[in-house]
């Protein structure tokens, strides 16, 4: 394992044990007697299947590599973007968006739960984020300012100006041959503005000024451009069983990804460009970047 592995898997725990506790002391799971399950269940069958927990666990390097060293503290906020990330795995699942039955490896939650049950599974994720958020167990000590910031930042990412804004383009736009430019434009709202939050969030909670932020959300946008772009590409040559998600999704819906736009090849190069710009700000941060340089090229690495 390389050292980022080993920090990958260790945070993962630490963001797993998190979700389980914080979940255990909610009393979200009142069912009838003929209901067959709870909120809390629909809620907790996709938050805790394992998934690569890559926005938490961003927002912790950033924050690190600013010289906040006490990372309990930031573990609730980490969080807190695991859950708006799987709220939007499971609307996006839904028959009226990509109509996707598998993932994370299993049947998607509306197959298991029904419609209805996990389209309020997923609103009840988005506003659990925020009672997270602002839970005076877990901002104890925290500046306030710093608090409405972070709050800010997710919930502009969460909605219009982020991913609600790129997903209606992106569900409004299936069988279009739309140009590079507005496949660009979807990707960097509805997957690139949730891992620039991560970084921003990172930033403001260590104590960073304007322009750090600035320059994190910026390499986080980047990067999460070049990760999306890189789910396209593992959308065509991937394996199912290790994505845990079905392939080839995109065309039987009529999408055209960045890869039917300019070909596989020119793709790669694209991946390589964004990397570059990600880096160039990261390097205008002025943060102890190592770690933050070895997670852009794990991810770049990645096969699911
Ligand atoms: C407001 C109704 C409404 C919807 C919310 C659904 C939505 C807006 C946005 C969805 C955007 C979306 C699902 C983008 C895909 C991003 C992406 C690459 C997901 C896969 O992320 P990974 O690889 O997954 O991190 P794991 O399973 O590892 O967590």
Redesign the pocket.
């Known amino acids: 394992m390389t050292d980022i592995e080993k920090y990958i898997e260790e945070n993962k725990n630490l963001i797993n044990d998190f979700l389980k506790t914080h979940f255990s002391k909610k009393a979200y799971n009142k069912k009838f007697p003929h209901n067959k399950f709870s909120l809390n269940d629909a809620m907790l069958y996709t938050l805790a299947?394992?998934?690569?927990?890559?926005?938490p666990i961003i927002l912790l390097i950033a924050a690190e590599s600013l010289g906040f060293s006490d990372k309990k503290r930031l573990i609730p906020f980490a969080s807190s973007l695991?859950l708006i990330?799987?709220?939007?795995?499971?609307?996006?699942d839904l028959p009226s968006?990509?109509n996707d039955s598998l993932?994370?490896g299993k049947p998607a939650n509306h197959i298991v739960f029904g419609e209805a049950s996990a389209?309020l599974a997923?609103d009840a994720l988005?506003a659990e984020a925020f009672v997270i958020l602002s839970d005076n167990e877990y901002i104890e000590g925290f500046d306030p300012k710093k608090i409405i910031e972070i709050i800010r930042e997710l919930s502009y990412t969460?909605?219009a100006g982020g991913?609600?804004g790129?997903?209606?383009l992106?569900v409004n736009s299936f069988g279009a041959s739309l140009g590079f430019e507005n496949i660009e434009y979807i990707n960097k709202n509805?997957?690139a503005s949730?891992i620039g939050a991560a970084c921003a969030m990172g930033a403001i909670l260590a104590g960073g000024d304007n322009l750090i932020v600035d320059n994190f959300k910026k390499f986080g946008s980047c990067l999460g451009l070049a990760?999306?772009t890189i789910?396209d590409v593992l959308g065509i040559t991937g394996n199912k069983e290790i994505l845990?998600?079905t392939t080839g999704i995109d065309k039987t819906n009529k999408k055209f990804t960045v890869v039917e736009n300019i070909g596989l090849e020119k793709t790669y190069e694209l991946i390589n460009e964004y990397n570059e710009k990600a880096l160039f700000y990261l390097n205008k941060t002025g943060a102890k970047s190592d770690a933050l340089i070895e997670f852009t090229y794990h991810l770049t690495n990645?096969i699911?």
């Open positions: 299947t394992p998934g690569k927990r890559i926005r695991e990330h799987s709220y939007s795995l499971i609307h996006d968006m990509d993932r994370r389209i997923g988005l969460s909605g991913l609600a790129g997903q209606f992106d509805k997957t949730l990760f999306q789910d845990g998600k990645r699911n």
